[in-house]
Structures are given as C-alpha cells and as structure tokens.
T-cell receptor
Framework: GIQVEQSPPDLILQEGANSTLRCNFSDSVNNLQWFHQNPWGQLINLFY???GTKQNGRLSATTVATERYSLLYISSSQTTDSGVYFC??????????FGAGTTVTVRA | EAGVAQSPRYKIIEKRQSVAFWCNPI?????LYWYQQILGQGPKLLIQFQNNGVVDDSQLPKDRFSAERLKGVDSTLKIQPAKLEDSAVYLC??????????FGPGTRLTVT
C-alpha cells in the first residue's frame, strides 16, 4: 500500500513562533487531508487539498502532487495549536491512509 | 449541520467480553468508515460502507469483529470476544464518496 511519512515526529514551539510540517507520500493520490487531533481525541478537519495552496486564518497548506508532498504552515502559534497533526491521502479506493502524525507542543 | 455522532465515548471491559459501538453519520452521507487508532499511531481503516453495502472489509479481523449498516444510515461495530490488543480509539467517519471525510469524537476502548 501507499506509504505516508510525516516529519518531524515532534515539534516544540514557543508561543508566537512559525513552523512547517511536512507530509511525503509514495505514490500518486486523488486527495489529501490535514487534520488536527485535539487532546480529547477529536479529529478536526483543517484542509482538503489535493493540489495547490489554501489558507485558513493562521494556517495554510500547500500540496505539490507531482512531487508527492504537502506542507502545513502554522504562523504565530498559540497554545491552542498543541496536539497531533495528521496528513492522510486518498487514492482510487476512496480510503484514507494516515501518516504517523506530528506532535506539536506550543509553550506559553 | 450536525456532525458524526458516536457512542459510547468510553468503555472499559475485561478480555473475552463483548462490546458494541454505534455511529450516526452526517445526514446524506452515503459512505461510512470505521477506523481503529492505537495509541501513538495514525488511524487505520477497518471497514468501509457505501449505503448499506460493504465496499472493503479486508482489514477487519473477522474472527472477532463484525459491523453492519442497516438501512444505509446508522452503523454498529462489534467485538466479540475482546482481546487486550483491541484497546484503542474507534473512530467513525462519513463522506460523500470521493469527498472530504468527517470524523466523530471516537470511542475509547480499554480491555483489561
């Protein structure tokens, strides 16, 4: 099956700092989603981004499908940004394959 | 618009007991998924339904897990008998086929 690798595995930020999370995938995909899993375990949809760039407030994402990677940018980080960020890709079978996640800790 | 609903939120059982989880998808979503998330890992698909038919259950341990989606709306996932390694969060998601998936809050299962 398709391999999804996320880096870095852990990230510690000072409040107000910017950061970039990366997602590499091993084969072509139809769709890509970024999620934030909050401390209560809920997966929150951040972006549905098979290609191109999208922005939502302090978060933005870019997917370069031809080069098989996606980036998630967090600007001016806040303590509420803490949690695990997952990248998931979807192929022709309409199933999501998840990476192992990046654990982000934002310190006040 | 209401999100995906799941119950119970938490469940503690002893090994060899049985347990059932319930999911109500977003209204109108024909595709429903069950995922298992073990601590420290990303979610892994167990089963996918399209309306009330199974599309893919290749990753479902069928000797102990079963799932159904009657009338193409609500779904239940059952484990019988449970093993220690079944301790995980069970997530339900729904979507229009080929579109963005939305997840419920999950059921955290502890098997002792």
């Amino acid at each position: 099956g398709i391999q999804v690798e996320q880096s870095p595995p852990d990230l510690i930020l000072q409040e107000g700092a910017n950061s970039t999370l990366r997602c590499n995938f091993s084969d072509s995909v139809n769709n890509l989603q970024w999620f934030h899993q909050n401390p209560w375990g809920q997966l929150i949809n951040l972006f549905y981004i098979p290609s191109g760039t999208k922005q939502n407030g302090r978060l933005s994402a870019t997917t370069v499908a031809t080069e098989r990677y996606s980036l998630l940018y967090i600007s001016s980080s806040q303590t509420t940004d803490s949690g695990v960020y997952f990248c998931a890709v979807e192929r022709d079978d309409y199933k999501l394959s998840f990476g192992a996640g990046t654990t982000v800790t934002v310190r006040a | 618009e209401a999100g995906v609903a799941q119950s119970p939120r938490y469940k503690i059982i002893e090994k060899r007991q049985s347990v059932a989880f319930w999911c109500n998808p977003i209204s109108g979503h024909a595709t429903l998924y069950w995922y298992q998330q073990i601590l420290g890992q990303g979610p892994k698909l167990l089963i996918q339904f399209q309306n009330n038919g199974v599309v893919d259950d290749s990753q479902l341990p069928k000797d102990r897990f079963s799932a159904e989606r009657l009338k193409g709306v609500d779904s239940t996932l059952k484990i019988q008998p449970a093993k220690l390694e079944d301790s995980a969060v069970y997530l339900c998601a729904s979507s229009w086929l080929g579109h963005e998936q939305y997840f419920g809050p999950g059921t955290r299962l502890t098997v002792t």
